[in-house]
């Protein structure tokens, strides 16, 4: 099993926020009000509201009922037993949730079209990775590093390694087949649901699990119906 679901925050209702809150636990009304910062307020909210919805239509039961594990967010909890794997994405005011029954990681990088995406590269990846961006045209190369980027966070998720780690590991890019060890046994897969947003999803699959493609949805509000298919393609 393999979901993913995708929606930005800015279209939901203006109530939202005040209308939602009783889905959440205790222990996440905590973290939510330890939050100071108003975006992050709503990117916390609205990423667990997406991810409860996801997961109560796929499991049959009601999202008050979830809970995102304090100690462990990368699993949801069904009246305090685990019941799937888990990962959460956000930038702005855009959101990506996954799940599965199998380790999953996904992240989502909006484009900032002013931003100098070759210094972050220099500052944060390997110098042969450097090197091949530098050999590309400069709108490829926006694609290609935002594109390796999201792959990275998205194994970080998946794996638990840390990220700074995995920045640095050069083989994930040039469309390359199989990823270093200890990564071979996962897989990953890129697309860009909308013009300006990056998307990846990694997981840890079982044997002979080798999709080409995975097909995802994008709906207008976490309460409401898909209204899309995102569909990603194997990187």
Request: some cysteine; glycine content about 4%; hydrophobic content about 35%.
């Amino acid at each position: 099993m393999l979901y993913f679901t995708c929606s930005s925050f800015k279209n939901w209702p203006e109530d939202w926020q005040a209308n939602s809150s009783f889905l959440l636990s205790d222990t996440e009304h905590l973290r939510l009000k330890n939050i100071r910062n108003p975006n992050r307020r709503m990117q916390f909210l609205a990423g667990r509201l997406l991810a409860k919805t996801l997961i109560a239509e796929r499991f049959g039961c009601h999202p008050s009922d979830l809970e995102v594990d304090p100690k462990n967010p990368t699993v949801a909890n069904f009246s305090g037993t685990p019941i799937v794997n888990l990962s959460i994405s956000h930038t702005a005011d855009y959101l990506a949730v996954s799940i599965g029954k199998i380790p999953v990681g996904i992240d989502c990088e909006r484009d900032h079209p002013k931003r100098d995406w070759l210094a972050i590269a220099q500052n944060y990846f390997s110098s042969y990775e450097v090197s091949w961006l530098q050999s590309l045209p400069k709108a490829l190369l926006k694609q290609e590093f935002i594109k390796s980027w999201t792959i990275k966070e998205a194994l970080a998720k998946c794996s638990g390694d840390p990220l700074g780690k995995l920045l640095k590991v050069s083989s994930l890019v040039g469309q390359v087949e199989n990823w270093p060890e200890p990564y071979s046994e996962y897989r990953c897969w890129s697309g860009q649901p909308e013009e300006d947003i990056y998307l990846s999803l990694v997981v840890r699959p079982r044997p002979n699990f080798t999709s080409k493609e995975v097909i995802g949805t994008y709906r207008n509000s976490f309460k409401g119906p898909a209204t899309r298919e995102i569909r990603l393609k194997a990187s």
